[in-house]
């Protein structure tokens, strides 16, 4: 605790400039979508997203004709409706294209047959933004031909998996011709979702992009890119466990709740499907039971389910706090329905209560609000209270918590909001915190507890008062642990238990603000597992970094090897500026983002690279290729017919935009992989430009053509 409390006291506030321009890796990224269809694997925080903007801009001529002209269309999956809102808002800013998105709340669940409908969306918008459910639904309908498309980017593409939504799209897209599908760029900083060991990383990466038909791709120099990534200071915060730091009028309190609990005998029906729900998704229930027999008990199971999860995880405060919440819903959802076990589950609330209120009323209400919850509850107190602006040195400028806490269960993200509004009331260390709560769109059993009910507020308006400071915690489930950017957020705090890889990375990618922290909370007895998990997370963290682009370990050596026969250029001698092998496409990236632009042109270079005859190749650079050849592992035994082997080459041409002075193709020696190839071409082109005076003599540096 006191490392944070330092560690927030000593943050100072800087000034955005609001200055943007691409990132060399965004570039390098960019031409490589182009080429072929690709996975971009990059952090949270580091600017994916800008990367499909760039793409569908070059690609723009194709969408802004009709569609009975020949035009395209381009679609952006993602997979909740917050993102949809913000990744259309994003297009929007960075194309000038007319963007729309499209998400269930908005009502285009209800247009059903309406292909007309559809027809006109598609027709009067350049990119559609969407949940993918809803492309499912268009896709399986036949409003819209998959050979319209010209580009399918599927945004958090690690959710292709299973049967999910994505993993249809890609279903269906198989069954097109392959001359005629739609190039596909992926965006992910998780690459998989299930639980794995650092050992079977690269086969999970390895079917992700089979599944997708895509490369997986990060840029080549990585440590640039982590530079400019989310990094917040990652904290562990340890809590006694139940058994220790529950007082004792709360745990006789718990007693009596579980004993209630227990008596709660329902019919033998209803406690099957209790039992199911555990393990099976509400449609498979629905199979199994019957879709209205099951929607109608699915609100008696949530309530019994979240009332004892509530008081195992959370403290009587929560199981009565959860109760109240259900009664208004039980009461509802009995109306439509003949079920005597309504009035069961109803009575158990009532009595829950009736046992608490009068525990509770000998206490102060400040009192009440901190014996009766968890340690894990009274330690999340801890941690908000150092963000504090009062804590702030007068000679400080007032840090403003923007601070998101993430819960598994949305029961949780419910009753954790009222508490923290409750106790903003009655603790002066606590009245800065103004929270809100966000849970998502429902689904299935999920579907009992909504925002609409609690706060009278959607989740588009919850956001919309989170990012203009009205809330400063924001208490949310999942919905909000992928993409979602919030630039001032500088406080993540995961109240549960992190479980895989990709939540590790994808809460953490929440914390957007420079100076930034995230908080984990674990109980003593389980700090031993969790210390293993997060050694297990940044293993496999590290092993994604140096796995680099998932290339043929051939190519790898092969890069390593040519950077010692092929000579840097070096104009003032080996004590001044070079520009090597490795680093030559960063460069001329570099330099093509600092010339001027005309009209809507993207300032990128262009490369074309094909196979080559060796009679293309230098006579000496083919003898030093073959010897290079000759050092490599042999995967199979070379042909004894063959007096000489001969290798595939790959040249590239690289053409600079109009505004470089450098003008007609540069053409690179002939290598044996196509990077080596671009690489060759590129570092020939920063010669060229260096004789232009288009790089400074100092340092090689592009010369800025913005404030000639």
């Given at each position: 605790?006191?490392?944070?409390?330092?560690?927030?006291?000593?943050?100072?506030?800087?000034?955005?400039?609001?200055?943007?321009?691409?990132?060399?890796?965004?570039?390098?990224?960019?031409?490589?979508?182009?080429?072929?269809?690709?996975?971009?694997?990059?952090?949270?925080?580091?600017?994916?997203?800008?990367?499909?903007?760039?793409?569908?801009?070059?690609?723009?001529?194709?969408?802004?004709?009709?569609?009975?002209?020949?035009?395209?269309?381009?679609?952006?999956?993602?997979?909740?409706?917050?993102?949809?809102?913000?990744?259309?808002?994003?297009?929007?800013?960075?194309?000038?294209?007319?963007?729309?998105?499209?998400?269930?709340?908005?009502?285009?669940?209800?247009?059903?047959?309406?292909?007309?409908?559809?027809?006109?969306?598609?027709?009067?918008?350049?990119?559609?933004?969407?949940?993918?459910?809803?492309?499912?639904?268009?896709?399986?309908?036949?409003?819209?031909?998959?050979?319209?498309?010209?580009?399918?980017?599927?945004?958090?593409?690690?959710?292709?998996?299973?049967?999910?939504?994505?993993?249809?799209?890609?279903?269906?897209?198989?069954?097109?011709?392959?001359?005629?599908?739609?190039?596909?760029?992926?965006?992910?900083?998780?690459?998989?979702?299930?639980?794995?060991?650092?050992?079977?990383?690269?086969?999970?990466?390895?079917?992700?992009?089979?599944?997708?038909?895509?490369?997986?791709?990060?840029?080549?120099?990585?440590?640039?890119?982590?530079?400019?990534?989310?990094?917040?200071?990652?904290?562990?915060?340890?809590?006694?466990?139940?058994?220790?730091?529950?007082?004792?009028?709360s745990q006789e309190l718990s007693k009596l709740i579980e004993t209630l609990l227990a008596s709660c005998t329902l019919s033998s029906w209803i406690q099957d499907f209790l039992k199911l729900s555990q393990n099976y998704s509400g449609s498979g229930l629905n199979n199994t039971f019957g879709g209205k027999k099951s929607n109608k008990i699915e609100v008696l199971c949530d309530a019994l389910k979240d009332i004892g999860f509530l008081l195992e995880n959370f403290g009587p405060y929560g199981a009565y706090h959860c109760a109240?919440?259900?009664?208004?819903?039980?009461?509802?959802?009995?109306?439509?329905?003949?079920?005597?076990?309504?009035?069961?589950?109803?009575?158990?609330?009532?009595?829950?209560?009736?046992?608490?209120?009068?525990?509770?009323?000998?206490?102060?209400?400040?009192?009440?609000?901190?014996?009766?919850?968890?340690?894990?509850?009274?330690?999340?107190?801890?941690?908000?209270?150092?963000?504090?602006?009062?804590?702030?040195?007068?000679?400080?400028?007032?840090?403003?918590?923007?601070?998101?806490?993430?819960?598994?269960?949305?029961?949780?993200?419910?009753?954790?909001?009222?508490f923290l509004k409750d106790i903003r009331q009655h603790d002066e260390n606590l009245e800065f915190v103004k929270p809100l709560f966000t849970m998502g769109q429902a689904a299935g059993s999920a579907s009992s507890l909504r925002e609409t009910q609690i706060l009278n507020m959607n989740q588009k308006d919850i956001m919309r008062d989170f990012r203009s400071g009205n809330c400063n915690l924001l208490v949310a489930t999942s919905v909000l642990e992928e993409g979602v950017d919030i630039p001032e957020c500088n406080l993540i705090?995961?109240?549960?238990?992190?479980?895989?890889?990709?939540?590790?990375?994808?809460?953490?990618?929440?914390?957007?603000?420079?100076?930034?922290?995230?908080?984990?909370?674990?109980?003593?007895?389980?700090?031993?597992?969790?210390?293993?998990?997060?050694?297990?997370?940044?293993?496999?963290?590290?092993?994604?970094?140096?796995?680099?682009?998932?290339?043929?370990?051939?190519?790898?050596?092969?890069?390593?090897?040519?950077?010692?026969?092929?000579?840097?250029?070096?104009?003032?001698?080996?004590?001044?500026?070079?520009?090597?092998?490795?680093?030559?496409?960063?460069?001329?990236?570099?330099?093509?983002?600092?010339?001027?632009?005309?009209?809507?042109?993207?300032?990128?270079?262009?490369?074309?690279?094909?196979?080559?005859?060796?009679?293309?190749?230098?006579?000496?650079?083919?003898?030093?290729?073959?010897?290079?050849?000759?050092?490599?592992?042999?995967?199979?035994?070379?042909?004894?017919?063959?007096?000489?082997?001969?290798?595939?080459?790959?040249?590239?041409?690289?053409?600079?935009?109009?505004?470089?002075?450098?003008?007609?193709?540069?053409?690179?020696?002939?290598?044996?992989?196509?990077?080596?190839?671009?690489?060759?071409?590129?570092?020939?082109?920063?010669?060229?430009?260096?004789?232009?005076?288009?790089?400074?003599?100092?340092?090689?540096?592009?010369?800025?053509?913005?404030?000639?």
């Amino acid at each position: 605790m006191e490392a944070l409390e330092a560690a927030v006291a000593n943050i100072h506030l800087d000034e955005d400039d609001g200055v943007f321009s691409p990132r060399d890796y965004q570039i390098e990224l960019f031409q490589a979508a182009l080429d072929e269809n690709i996975i971009v694997y990059l952090p949270t925080g580091s600017g994916k997203t800008y990367i499909a903007a760039l793409l569908i801009k070059e690609k723009s001529h194709e969408v802004t004709k009709s569609l009975s002209a020949g035009g395209k269309r381009t679609v952006f999956l993602v997979p909740t409706i917050v993102l949809a809102i913000q990744q259309a808002a994003y297009l929007r800013k960075h194309t000038l294209l007319k963007v729309k998105e499209f998400y269930g709340s908005m009502g285009v669940d209800m247009w059903g047959r309406d292909k007309q409908k559809w027809e006109t969306e598609f027709e009067t918008n350049h990119v559609l933004v969407m949940t993918a459910q809803i492309f499912v639904d268009i896709l399986n309908h036949a409003f819209f031909s998959p050979y319209q498309l010209n580009l399918l980017v599927f945004d958090e593409c690690h959710s292709a998996v299973k049967d999910a939504p994505m993993k249809q799209v890609l279903t269906k897209l198989r069954s097109c011709d392959v001359a005629r599908r739609p190039k596909i760029l992926g965006l992910t900083a998780a690459l998989f979702r299930k639980r794995c060991k650092p050992r079977e990383v690269r086969g999970v990466i390895k079917q992700l992009s089979e599944s997708m038909g895509c490369i997986v791709r990060i840029p080549s120099d990585v440590q640039t890119v982590y530079r400019s990534s989310t990094k917040p200071c990652e904290v562990i915060f340890q809590y006694d466990d139940v058994n220790i730091g529950q007082n004792p009028v709360s745990q006789e309190l718990s007693k009596l709740i579980e004993t209630l609990l227990a008596s709660c005998t329902l019919s033998s029906w209803i406690q099957d499907f209790l039992k199911l729900s555990q393990n099976y998704s509400g449609s498979g229930l629905n199979n199994t039971f019957g879709g209205k027999k099951s929607n109608k008990i699915e609100v008696l199971c949530d309530a019994l389910k979240d009332i004892g999860f509530l008081l195992e995880n959370f403290g009587p405060y929560g199981a009565y706090h959860c109760a109240q919440l259900y009664i208004p819903i039980l009461m509802g959802a009995k109306s439509r329905s003949q079920s005597a076990d309504f009035n069961k589950v109803i009575n158990i609330c009532h009595k829950i209560q009736d046992v608490c209120a009068p525990v509770f009323a000998k206490y102060s209400a400040k009192e009440r609000l901190v014996l009766f919850v968890h340690p894990n509850v009274i330690r999340l107190l801890d941690i908000i209270q150092n963000f504090n602006p009062k804590r702030c040195r007068p000679d400080e400028k007032a840090f403003k918590m923007c601070g998101i806490i993430f819960v598994e269960r949305r029961s949780v993200a419910s009753v954790l909001y009222h508490f923290l509004k409750d106790i903003r009331q009655h603790d002066e260390n606590l009245e800065f915190v103004k929270p809100l709560f966000t849970m998502g769109q429902a689904a299935g059993s999920a579907s009992s507890l909504r925002e609409t009910q609690i706060l009278n507020m959607n989740q588009k308006d919850i956001m919309r008062d989170f990012r203009s400071g009205n809330c400063n915690l924001l208490v949310a489930t999942s919905v909000l642990e992928e993409g979602v950017d919030i630039p001032e957020c500088n406080l993540i705090v995961r109240f549960d238990k992190i479980r895989t890889y990709c939540d590790y990375v994808q809460t953490k990618g929440r914390a957007r603000s420079k100076k930034a922290f995230f908080c984990m909370l674990v109980s003593s007895s389980d700090s031993k597992k969790f210390l293993e998990d997060m050694a297990h997370f940044h293993a496999i963290e590290q092993q994604l970094v140096a796995t680099g682009n998932f290339e043929d370990d051939k190519d790898a050596i092969l890069d390593n090897l040519f950077s010692q026969i092929i000579e840097p250029y070096t104009p003032y001698g080996n004590q001044g500026p070079r520009v090597t092998l490795q680093s030559s496409i960063s460069l001329v990236n570099r330099y093509c983002s600092q010339l001027v632009s005309y009209g809507a042109s993207v300032l990128v270079p262009r490369w074309s690279i094909k196979e080559v005859d060796e009679s293309k190749a230098d006579p000496l650079l083919l003898k030093k290729m073959k010897e290079l050849m000759k050092q490599l592992p042999v995967v199979k035994p070379l042909s004894t017919k063959e007096p000489a082997e001969k290798i595939a080459l790959f040249q590239c041409r690289l053409l600079l935009p109009k505004s470089s002075p450098l003008q007609g193709e540069v053409v690179g020696d002939p290598m044996l992989t196509k990077r080596l190839a671009k690489r060759a071409a590129a570092l020939r082109a920063c010669e060229r430009l260096h004789q232009l005076k288009e790089l400074d003599d100092l340092h090689l540096l592009p010369v800025s053509h913005r404030k000639r």
